[in-house]
């Protein structure tokens, strides 16, 4: 019996005096998972913001009066939030599209849509926007945005509308 109490007895303090070894492996997996996860869920809300102020951008048009290519003043505001968009993601590329009332010849409508979108042109390239980073394309009448034959919705269709695009 004393054999088997000194046996068991230095067992125990054998079992004592060993170092608990860990799996790192396992413990580093999980703390790369986890970083991994964060690191995705950080990226959707960055492109869910992006979107949201993308969306936001491209609700505004810069609007024309009849027969004229030339920015209003009380639309300078929407502009420079433009600008400062395009100059802060240089990934970005904006399609200044140019449309006009349905009045009009088709050519004069897309030279007017073309105009337009030059000189919205010309001002974001003035507040600093590269003009590699700007296409322009004219829809002239073709892309209303309302539709009667009078003067409320003449001037909704004359304008230049703004699409993001973020490569």
Known sequence: MKKIVVVVASLLVAACASTHKTDTSQADEKHTASVAAAETTAEK??????SEEIRKLQKQSDYFDFNKAVVKPKYKAVLQKEAAFIKNHKQDVVTLQGNTDERGSEKYNFA???????????TLEKDG???????????????????CHAEKCWKENRRVDFLHNIS
């Open 45 to 50: 809300m960055e492109l869910s913001q992006l």
């Open 112 to 122: 007017l849509g073309e105009g337009r979108a030059q000189a919205v042109a010309k």
């Open 129 to 147: 926007v590269a003009a590699t980073q700007i296409k322009l394309t004219s829809l002239g009448k073709d892309k209303p945005r309302l539709t």
